[in-house]
């Protein structure tokens, strides 16, 4: 904890004051994450001249996050409540690397004011709000609160708890009504209830997920607005009161409440709709006095109403719809600010351009109603060219752990206008191969063709109206796989007899094709 | 080679016509498949008679058997009984929907034992002999890799 003290630019922060630009903003930061969001931290460390020091629980141990960081802390077993989610294990591991800063990513501690609090009193700087705004925003019930007072719509909800007798009070809200985590995100903990008789076991049900997610079980009770659209706004604030508002996000294709596809400007938005979300945004941003990149949520029903959903003080998933139409980086300004920086007015007024889509690739199978389908990554071919970013959490040869979420990469496309975006995104989702487990990817492509995307004319039941699960296999795909099989038989046939008249041939007639894992033998454990 | 028997997804199929393929990467099973007017890019995984043919993102099992691998299969099952303990193993990864036998019980050559679903499609496995079941190592709900142990016949 000594390290931070006797920092340069730590006293400077001290003061309220920029350190020198000519400088790095920290010396070396760790990220108290993994998968594909750890990378992309590494990345923005590395640009930024920070070393950056991962950390990993026993699964983890040679995945691509480990491997790209400068160097690598053990946190524990392979069971997140030890290791992602334990706050004494990643602020030790914070201590013995002498990191001057800790970036949280998202999901896991990224919005515990619990983990913001022990990692300053180490003496270490958290890249994110301060404690006390993470308590407001974290707790989504203070947090509907705040924006209420702050004269910015809600859906009607109330708190509910185990045993709550005042059921009566259930009926103001409405049904359907969906059942949500006090402290959540990212969908866990919640439930969709229709009639009073299920909110007992629906409760008991998402407050055991809640607090095995976020150890916190409590839960409130929100009416359901759907169909609706599902859309959200980027800000990105100093600690000098700038307030930058980076337009909208559409995330509206979501199964399980969690999102796919996210695009911006959102084709639901006009001008007007959009200036009146920024200001709802600028008032609740402005009522919690936050510092860092947040996101506020809101739903939009059918009559272009919109209604605060959460604010999640902390980068989103979806991060680079957005970096892509304003040509932000948002982790390296998250980073800026936790050192001190303001804003720039170029920041503070930065207009969008063009239109993005992100495309998140899982392992799930979208033909079982998107069930998880963990495994080994035995082929990994990922697109390029222009406008095409993609974000990835593993490698070829890599394990797809079962602990933690099948999230696998991102694919993020940009062009200057939605139908050159949407045809990019389709050419990107084209190049990708993707060998050894099923993933959604072709959920995907086939989103890219449906017509009502296409238009740009979608709402959250998406996936349950127009897909379910999936259309069934065609006559001619099955034609085709049978064609492509049989020509890869003969070729291995070919090679055997190749091999058997002397001739050079690489491959067996008993090797797997793709299937075999190339595992790189890393072995490296690198705990300093 | 007109001999080779194709089943994708568990149901006899023909394989399209007027279509070509070029290896893009042949040790990765990478191709690129074309119609003569428009092509896409195809990966396929697999070794022996069990292949998996990702199209559009889509996983598509497909078995493909030579005539001497059926002739063989069935000379080895009308000499059914004789030989020593044989592995039944997964074809297709997929999940265990129900299985139909347990350690201890005789079957019959091609009686169901194991039911696995994969791509929406319910496949079965049958017995490759006849012989007495053991060591089942799979229940309901059990994900399974293709080639993975099920059980044994003895």
């Known amino acids: 904890m000594a390290t931070s003290r006797s920092d340069p630019a730590a006293s400077l922060r001290k003061d309220g004051q920029s350190h020198s630009p000519n400088e790095p903003p920290f010396r070396r930061l760790l990220i108290a994450n993994r998968g594909e969001i750890a990378v992309r931290v590494i990345r923005a460390c590395r640009e930024l001249g920070i070393e950056s020091v991962a950390v990993y629980s026993d699964v983890d141990v040679d995945a691509l996050h480990v491997r790209m960081a400068d160097r690598a802390e053990r946190i524990g077993p392979a069971a997140p409540a030890e290791s992602y989610l334990s706050i004494p294990a990643l602020v030790d591991a914070a201590r013995r690397s002498q990191a001057d800063a800790v970036h949280p990513g998202y999901g896991f501690l990224s919005e515990s004011a619990g983990f913001a609090e022990a990692v300053r009193d180490a003496g270490i700087v958290f890249v994110g709000p301060t404690a006390q705004t993470l308590a407001t925003l974290g707790d989504k019930l203070a947090a509907r609160q705040a924006a209420s007072t702050a004269g910015v719509p809600i859906v009607p909800g109330l708190r509910v708890s185990l045993g709550d007798a005042s059921l009566a009070d259930l009926a103001e809200v409405g049904f359907p009504a969906l059942l949500k985590a006090a402290a959540g995100g990212g969908g866990r903990g919640m439930r969709r209830v229709d009639s009073r008789e299920q909110i007992a076991d629906a409760l008991a049900r998402a407050s055991r997920e809640a607090l095995s997610s976020f150890g916190d079980g409590t839960i409130y009770l929100e009416r359901l607005l759907s169909p609706a659209r599902h859309v959200e706004v980027q800000l990105l604030g100093d600690r000098f009161g700038g307030l930058a508002v980076l337009g909208e996000r559409e995330c509206s294709v979501q199964r399980r409440h969690q999102k796919l596809v996210e695009e911006s400007p959102s084709p639901a938005v006009t001008p007007q709709l959009r200036e009146s979300l920024a200001e709802s945004a600028r008032r609740i941003a402005g009522a919690v006095a936050f510092e860092s990149a947040a996101t506020v949520e809101f739903l939009i029903d059918a009559d272009a109403n919109h209604y605060f959903l959460e604010m999640n003080t902390r980068l989103q998933v979806e991060h680079g719809v957005t970096e892509a139409v304003t040509g932000l980086d948002l982790v390296a300004w998250q980073i800026r600010i936790a050192a001190g920086e303001r804003l720039p007015p170029e920041v503070l007024a930065v207009q969008p351009r063009g239109h993005a889509f992100e495309a998140r690739i899982y392992a799930e199978d979208p033909h079982d109603g998107f069930r998880p389908a963990p495994g080994s990554v035995a082929t990994w071919e990922m697109p390029g060219g222009p406008g095409v970013r993609v974000d990835v959490g593993v490698s070829e040869g890599g394990l797809l752990p079962t602990e933690y979420d099948p999230l696998l990469a991102k694919l993020v496309v940009h062009a200057a206008d939605r139908r050159t975006a949407l045809a990019r995104l389709g050419r990107a989702l084209d190049e990708t191969l993707i060998g050894g487990l099923q993933t959604d990817l072709s959920f995907l492509r086939w989103l890219v063709d449906e017509p009502g995307f296409a238009a740009g004319s979608y709402d959250t039941d998406l996936i349950a109206e127009r897909w379910g699960d999936g259309p069934a296999l065609s006559a001619e795909e099955a034609a085709i796989a049978a064609f492509v099989a049989s020509e890869a038989r003969r070729g291995m046939t070919r090679e055997a007899a190749a091999r058997t008249t002397g001739a050079p041939a690489s491959d067996g007639d008993n090797r797997a094709w793709g299937a075999r894992a190339r595992r790189e033998a890393v072995g490296r454990r690198r705990s300093r | ?154």
Not at chain 2, 29 to 36: L, Q
Not at chain 2, 81 to 86: S, T, V, Y
Not at chain 2, 102 to 115: I, M, S
């Open chain 2, 1 to 154: 080679m007109s001999e080779l028997e194709l089943r994708v997804a568990g149901e006899a199929n023909l394989p399209a016509t007027g279509w070509t393929l070029a290896w893009s990467d042949r040790s990765r099973g990478i191709a690129r498949i074309s119609d003569g007017r428009r092509s896409v890019q195809v990966l396929v995984e697999g070794a022996g008679s069990a292949w998996v043919v990702t199209l559009r993102g889509r996983r598509i099992p497909v078995a493909v058997r030579t005539w001497r691998e059926q002739v063989m299969a069935d000379a080895e099952t009308t000499a059914g009984g004789g030989g020593g303990p044989i592995e039944v193993r997964a074809t297709l990864p997929g999940m265990v929907l129900a299985v139909a036998v347990a350690d201890g019980d005789e079957v019959a050559e091609r009686d169901p034992l194991v039911t696995i679903e994969a791509m929406k499609m319910q496949n079965e496995v049958r017995a490759p002999r006849s012989g007495r079941v053991s060591s089942v190592s799979v229940q309901p709900g059990t994900p399974v890799a293709a080639g993975a142990l099920i059980m044994r016949i003895e």
